[in-house]
Structure formats: structure tokens, C-alpha cells
């Protein structure tokens, strides 16, 4: 089992090899929430755990808000704002 803290958005997610009965879902991903997805291989099983917001609805939920608050106070979104959001 792997398990880590989620740097974008602090959830802890985890990789867990399950038993071979199932050769489509030998590895499984989840994440605080308690959502899990199955996957055919650990090399997809990463990279589905480097992005818990693509898979489980409460993480997506906080990554729209971290990179909505992110953009918003970014030095070029208060002057996308004001020119109607086109940056020169």
C-alpha cells in the first residue's frame, strides 16, 4: 500500500494491489472520501492517484475551489478582469 497527502488540494489518497480475481481491477485507488476506482495496472493506478479530483466528486469540489481562488489572485487575473479577460 501506498499512501500520501494530496499536495494541490490535502487529501490523503492511497494504492492498494488487490487480490487476482479480478485482472481489470488488480489495482485500487482512493482517497479520504472514501471513493475508489479500479485499474488494470499499477503504472495507471499513479496516475490516477496524483489526480483524485478527476475521480471523486468531493475532491474535484476542492480543486475547482484551490485553482478558482489561485487564479483569482493571481498578479493576471485582476487585469484579465478589467480588460473583459483578454491579457495583452
Known amino acids: 500500500m501506498i499512501t500520501r497527502r494530496n499536495r494541490l488540494i490535502g487529501v490523503e489518497v492511497s494504492l492498494y494491489e488487490m487480490p ?9 485507488t482512493d482517497c479520504s472520501h472514501g471513493n475508489c476506482v479500479g485499474h488494470r495496472t499499477k503504472k495507471l493506478a499513479m496516475s490516477f492517484l496524483a489526480v483524485p479530483w478527476e475521480w ?8 475547482e475551489a484551490k485553482t478558482k481562488g489561485a ?5 493576471g487575473a485582476s487585469a484579465a478582469a478589467a ?3 483578454v491579457q495583452g
Request: proline share 8%; net charge negative.
Open 56 to 63: 471523486c466528486e468531493e475532491c474535484s469540489a476542492l480543486h
Open 83 to 85: 480588460s473583459g479577460g
Open 71 to 75: 487564479a483569482e489572485s493571481s498578479p
Open 20 to 28: 487476482e480475481e479480478d485482472p481489470e481491477c488488480r489495482w485500487q
